[in-house]
């Protein structure tokens, strides 16, 4: 046991997630609403391994609520990596101010997830409003995680803007759909030099996998456990299928064969 636990310490040290010049073992980000309690919120966390945890800033008490629970006291900045969120905002003068006071917040934090919605029904970005806001965002020093389509020309524009990591849809946020488009996903990691990392659409552990294996840096989510039957058990089972997903990815699947008929046991020294 002592020797596979040292692999596994090595292999972890060489595959760090990189985010803005920080290395992070973990390459699930898990979002902290929809659970029933801040407790349950810590468990689903600690369950899912995950180092990096998003917050909705316009949702979640991280101080300016005086007098109410406090999410910092469950999940202390000490032990994660805060990543404030713009959830709600529509505009990108409402995602710029949103974070703004987030940094304040938190002390000067700067990694931050920008998200800017087209709708209320079916929360797709507004591509426009996101970009108008990355490049306000950038030149104020955020370190920006962006939310946004699937679009490979607006994934390029993002990088090129500065944000530190681009996070295309699977599907819609909260829909559970899975991933609906991964040829625009493939494109989109093949022309990039940053972290491109599936945001929105996970329903299950092979959704996870199945990103993972496309090639993506990492996967983040939210409904797809606080809306588990069990949230806990769910949280695990992403940590495992993303985990396997990154492996798989990096070991190189076989090609794939029609009627290739190729045995695979030996076919020599057969008894006859």
């Not at 005086?66 to 713009?86: D, H, I, K, Q, V």
């Not at 989109?188 to 959704?207: F, Q």
């Not at 990815?249 to 009627?259: E, I, N, S, V």
């Amino acid at each position: 046991m002592a020797v596979k636990s040292a692999v596994d310490k090595e292999n972890n040290m060489n595959d760090d997630l990189i985010i803005a010049g920080k290395a992070y073992h973990s390459r699930l980000l898990v979002g902290t609403g929809k659970y029933k309690d801040f407790t349950e919120t810590r468990a689903a966390i600690d369950a899912s391994g995950a180092q990096i945890v998003t917050v909705a800033i316009r949702r979640t008490n991280i101080g300016q609520t005086a007098g109410e629970p406090s999410l910092l006291e469950y999940l202390p900045p000490e032990e994660f990596t805060y990543l404030p969120n713009t959830a709600g905002c529509y505009s990108a003068d409402d995602a710029v101010r949103t974070l703004r006071l987030a940094r304040e917040l938190l002390d000067g934090h700067k990694l931050v997830k920008l998200e800017v919605l087209g709708d209320p029904k079916t929360l797709y970005p507004n591509v426009i409003e996101t970009i108008a806001a990355a490049k306000t965002l950038v030149k104020d020093g955020f370190d920006v995680m962006v939310y946004t389509s699937d679009d490979p020309i607006i994934a390029k524009q993002l990088e090129d803007i500065g944000c530190c990591a681009v996070m295309p849809l699977a599907s819609l946020i909260g829909s559970g759909m899975g991933i609906l488009n991964p040829w625009n996903l493939q494109i989109i990691i093949e022309n990039a030099t940053i972290p491109v990392l599936v945001d929105a659409g996970i329903g299950s552990a092979a959704d996870a996998a199945v990103a993972m294996e496309l090639g993506c840096q990492g996967v983040l989510m939210n409904t797809a456990i606080a809306g588990a039957q069990n949230p806990i058990l769910m949280a695990s089972a992403m940590r495992k299928a993303v985990q396997a997903g990154r492996e798989s990815f990096l070991a190189g699947r076989m090609a794939k064969k029609l009627y290739s008929a190729a045995p695979s046991s030996p076919t020599t020294g057969l008894i006859s």
